[in-house]
């Protein structure tokens, strides 16, 4: 459960640099263990020891020149409502400009969170006595930084870290029920879902305040069931702020994503899956949440024999190398199929929780491994000796052995589809580590 912080400024401020001055390095190196396409415009990163995600939110909008100062108010408004740190950027080269102060005018007005300027492209100290005029924006102190050569970037992650609000502690909020959130790009169907699952019963629910931020949790308790459902129906009314481009999907999906252990992610049946449904999965998968995929508007399709199993298929091999996925076809018009999303809702969260004992897992992988023992490399033998799981918030487990170096991806994959094999943990992304015994 981290924060957000968001990197807001108008075309060329240098924006993309900060970004991949605070998440590149270290993304580069997850995204090859998780074999994950790399997202260039949102990542995780973390300063002494406190983790948080950064959004470039100029990477999401036609950041072009000419880019309409109309855009940039909407990037600035999803910034305020979606984040809990904003990072106002501005360019010492090009001095204030008319968008500057129009951003900052907007920003000034901010309360209930921090809103750092920063003066970017403080490369030398003449440019530092230049960065001066930007005291006249009213946003008060700045951070003078140079994101080309990264001067100045320690002091502002120190204040970044200061200023995010103080998270509540993980193990609490272990022992509370799970935190459902149903994603998916516009109009595939959230609303009706969570209507039709809450409906009348919705005015006798209570809203609880959110927890790391204030996302409206609203308690479902019926047939059995007792969880969270993250309202993503009243988040949306908060901002009139249009939803048809992608970008705004995608920051409010981060958020309620974030906020989640379960995320429900909802397919137009009509559609198909595609590239925006990928990126959202994505998003889960990097977030180590578990995840139920519904083909929603199942009623709108044809059905001839087989259609269903061609259908799922084909999603498989779009999700890989994730595929341990449930998929149910639903539709949230006729109510088809909808009280299964929550019995699989359920299952998935358990699998999340899972903790196999040590003794169980050797005795099992161990003779697996034995039987199919990783490549040697220049006539050198791993031996795996050990394995256990860690006490992570997802699934994640530690194989102890001579030669860690020696274990590359395909082996890893390999141990992950055995322990999805011998254990249930269908929803749940797995991370896998090497270590040296
Ligand atoms: P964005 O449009 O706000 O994402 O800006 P970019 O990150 O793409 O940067 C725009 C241009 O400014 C690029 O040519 C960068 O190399 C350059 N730039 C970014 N940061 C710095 C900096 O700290 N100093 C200097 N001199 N140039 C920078
Ligand atoms: P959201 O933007 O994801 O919240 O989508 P909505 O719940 O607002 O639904 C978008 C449109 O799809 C509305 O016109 C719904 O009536 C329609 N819709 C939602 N679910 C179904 C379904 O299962 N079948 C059919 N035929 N239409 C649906």
């Known amino acids: 459960m981290g924060n957000i912080i968001a990197i807001v400024g108008r075309p060329n401020v240098g924006k993309s640099t900060l970004f991949n001055r605070l998440v590149g390095a270290r993304e580069a190196i997850v995204d090859e263990t998780a074999g994950v396409t790399r997202d260039r415009h949102y990542g995780k990163t973390d300063w002494n020891g406190r983790e948080f995600s950064v959004i470039d939110t100029g990477g999401y909008i036609n950041d072009s020149d000419d880019i309409f100062e109309e855009e940039i108010r909407k990037q600035v408004k999803l ?237 498989q091999r779009r999700l890989a190398p994730f595929k341990d996925v449930p998929i149910l076809f639903v539709s949230a018009l006729t109510k088809q199929r909808i009280y299964n999303v929550l019995d699989e809702v359920v299952r998935v969260n358990e699998n999340r929780r899972r903790r196999i004992p040590t003794s169980t897992l050797n005795d099992v992988m161990l003779p697996l491994i034995e039987a199919y023992p990783p490549p040697s490399v220049k006539d050198k033998f791993v031996r795996i000796k050990f394995v256990t799981q860690l006490p992570t918030y997802a699934p994640s487990f530690a194989f102890f052995c001579n030669l860690p170096q020696y274990v590359k991806e395909p082996y890893k994959r390999f141990l992950e589809n055995k322990l999805r094999e011998q254990f249930e943990f269908t929803g749940v992304p797995i991370q896998i580590f090497i270590r040296q015994k």
């Not at 904003?86 to 400009?97: C, K, M, N, P, S």
């Not at 959230?190 to 927890?211: C, H």
């Not at 989640?260 to 198909?272: E, I, K, N």
């Open 79 to 315: 910034a305020i409502e979606e984040s809990d740190l904003i990072l106002f950027l501005v360019d010492v080269a090009e001095g204030i400009t008319d968008t500057d102060r129009e951003v900052s005018h907007m920003l000034r007005k901010v309360t209930n969170k921090k809103v750092l300027l920063v003066v970017n492209k403080v490369d030398n100290t003449q440019r530092y006595m230049e960065a001066n005029e930007f005291y006249e924006l009213g946003l008060g102190n700045y951070f003078a930084i140079s994101s080309m050569n990264g001067s100045g970037t320690g002091d502002l992650l120190d204040a970044v870290v200061t200023g995010l609000p103080a998270l509540v502690n993980e193990e609490e909020e272990e022992d509370t029920l799970p935190k459902i959130a149903i994603v998916g790009k516009p109009n595939v169907g959230k609303s009706s879902l969570a209507n039709a699952l809450l409906g009348e019963e919705r005015n006798i629910v209570t809203p609880i305040a959110g927890t790391t931020r204030d996302a409206i949790l609203t308690r479902y308790n019926k047939f059995g069931h007792d969880f969270y459902l993250i309202d993503t129906a009243g988040l949306r009314k908060k901002g009139k702020v249009t939803e048809d481009l992608e970008f705004y999907s995608v920051l409010r999906s981060i958020r309620v994503i974030e906020n989640s252990d379960v995320c429900v992610l909802m397919l137009d049946a009509t559609l198909g899956i595609e590239a925006q449904d990928i990126n959202i999965f994505n998003l889960i998968y990097r977030n180590r949440k578990g995840v139920v995929i519904l083909v929603n508007k199942w009623d709108l399709v044809e059905k001839e024999n087989k259609t269903l199993e061609d259908y799922k298929e084909a999603i």
